[in-house]
């Protein structure tokens, strides 16, 4: 068989889990070949219509589509998921059937790159993942050094790597000091981590106003300043003096999850998901009154902090890889909106495993880790959710740095 898809092997910088990560194919939980539609980019759809093996083209001539679907090429054709877990039904006993008799060089763009990410910034070929893949998840989140950086080679298609765009008025080397900046102050264990993200947020927000006025000649001396301040610990006793305002989390992000919806073909996350709303006293019908909902978060959170003590860089490695994938400070209109968006998924992630912590036996670590696939995959793979949260926030008033002060203390 000839070879489809070419792969070209480059240096790349990446976290350290990136490097340790390794597919657990058919042993995986909650497998990326089930529950959501599979993308197929355009060579790869020519070629399934024309190179199909014996074995696979009855298949895929009934469950191959085209789509138009908003990602282009790379989504220019669907295979539709089959069953009641709604599994790629090219699947044999777990395994990818093009992979077996077709080989790799068969697979979809999509398919051969996730749960990878890889963009190029000045040159730089950056490689991350997202934690919506449980393994990725595991690795990401449990490993003191998970975080730290380094550079390794790896093998991508180049379809599949995103160009950055230079910002008009800052610098790419500015940039990235901001990038650096933001993720040393996430880091600095010193600080509990809701302080380090009060203090990310001031940035942010002294950051977008700077750009909006037009006094990107003075960013330097702002980044200057800010290192400055924290080193000195100015800005902490005006911090220290917020108070948590439970109520107003957990309503919140209650809104906020519901917003979703609850359905699902997979039966892991279905799973998750009557967990959490038996944590949170929900009845048979999901509904749960507002006094009974700020008492089961406030439980579930005391249980979290304790059961975080036996993995104290998992909120702090989640947020990091957050920051990484979406290039912060510059993933949205401006630097706040970006902090903003970091903000609600933190928020939520923690609503749902406060949730979980409340909910039946004693959770375990590895009910969190699930919790943050399941949080990544359901929501964060929702490029329309995003934009109804943000709207959501800015519509009712809480996309204010104060209001989202009382949302970060617990």
């Not at 910088?13 to 497998?31: A, I, Q």
């Not at 595991?138 to 298609?157: G, H, P, S």
């Not at 957990?250 to 039966?267: H, I």
Request: proline residues 4%; charged residues 20%; aromatic residues 8%.
């Amino acid at each position: 068989m000839a070879i489809l898809h070419r792969t070209r092997t480059l240096p790349a910088l990446m976290p350290r889990y990136v490097e340790r990560f390794r597919c657990l194919g058919p042993t995986c939980e909650d497998t990326c070949c089930a529950s959501w539609p599979i993308h197929i980019d355009k060579k790869t759809y020519k070629a399934y219509r024309q190179d199909s093996a014996p074995e696979l083209g009855n298949i895929l001539s009934k469950s191959l589509v085209r789509t138009d679907h908003r990602l282009g090429s790379i989504a220019y054709a669907v295979i539709l998921p089959q069953g009641e877990e709604q599994k790629c039904p090219v699947m044999q006993d777990g395994l990818c059937g093009v992979h077996k008799d077709l080989g790799e060089t068969y697979i979809s763009d999509l398919c051969f790159t996730y749960p990878r990410l890889s963009r190029q910034f000045q040159g730089q070929l950056e490689h991350t993942m997202t934690l919506s893949c449980p393994e990725a998840a595991r690795l990401a989140l449990l490993a003191e050094d998970a975080m730290e950086f380094v550079e390794t080679r790896v093998a991508v298609r180049e379809p599949m790597v995103q160009e950055l765009a230079l910002h008009p008025h800052i610098s790419p080397e500015l940039m990235n000091e901001m990038r650096i900046f933001c993720l040393n102050l996430l880091r600095t264990r010193e600080l509990e981590l809701w302080q380090r993200l009060a203090l990310l947020g001031v940035f942010c927000e002294n950051l977008a106003a700077y750009c909006t006025a037009g006094r990107h000649a003075e960013l330097p001396a702002l980044l200057a300043q800010f290192i400055d301040l924290i080193e000195r610990g100015d800005l902490l006793a005006s911090l220290n003096q917020i108070q948590p305002n439970r109520a107003a989390q957990a309503q919140v992000f209650a809104t906020l999850w519901a917003a979703k919806g609850f359905e699902t073909r997979s039966a892991f996350q279905q799973g998750q998901i009557r967990t959490i709303s038996a944590g949170l006293g929900a009845n048979e019908y999901g509904q749960v009154d507002g006094a009974a909902l700020v008492a089961a978060y406030g439980q579930g959170l005391a249980r979290l902090e304790a059961l975080l003590a036996d993995a104290p860089y998992l909120l702090e490695n989640y947020l990091a890889n957050e920051m990484f994938i979406h290039f912060f400070p510059f993933s949205a209109a401006d630097a706040f909106n970006s902090y903003l968006h970091l903000v609600a998924r933190f928020g939520l992630l923690r609503f749902l495993m406060a949730a979980r912590c409340n909910a039946g036996a004693e959770p375990s670590i590895s009910d969190l880790v699930s919790i943050v696939h399941v949080h990544c995959r359901r929501f964060q793979h929702d490029s329309t959710y995003t934009q109804r949260t943000h709207d959501s926030l800015h519509e009712s008033g809480w996309a204010s740095l104060d209001k989202l002060y009382s949302l970060l203390r617990t």
